[in-house]
């Protein structure tokens, strides 16, 4: 079982909303991680589009900036991205990847969830 499950993706019209969850279970996620949101876009490297660290700082790439806001609840062990006024070149499928944070690379990822922008 993968150890982050994303849910919450979806079509929707340019200009629309969507809010997307991943729950983070078998491993301390409260606990010195950091989380991140990434998209993989047809013809385009997969990227970071949100992160957010074990401080609740969050940091986001310039083409969401302004539209897409990354939180969690530590309660629920749940990473929610929001994403609103979003574009057609938001269509893309997002992952969810959890990394200790004084470590550089994410070794924990979910199965993803496809997110669709009609024009």
């Known amino acids: 079982q993968a150890p982050l499950a994303e849910s919450g993706g979806g079509s929707v019209q340019a200009g629309g909303s969507l809010r997307l969850s991943c729950l983070a279970h078998?491993?301390?996620?409260?606990?010195?991680?950091?989380h991140g949101w990434f998209r993989q876009r047809p013809g385009y490297e997969r990227e970071e589009v949100a992160g957010?660290?074990?401080?609740?700082?969050?940091t986001y790439a310039n083409s969401v900036k302004g539209r897409f806001t990354i939180s969690k609840d530590y309660a629920k062990n749940i990473l929610y991205l929001q994403m609103n006024n979003l574009k057609p070149e938001d269509t893309a499928m997002y992952y969810c990847?959890?990394?200790?944070?004084?470590?550089?690379?994410?070794?924990?990822w979910g199965q993803g969830t496809q997110v669709t922008v009609s024009p």
């Open positions: 957010i660290d074990n401080r609740q700082r969050p």
């Open positions: 990847a959890a990394r200790r944070c004084g470590e550089t690379t994410y070794n924990r």
């Open positions: 078998g491993y301390p996620s409260n606990w010195g991680y950091c």
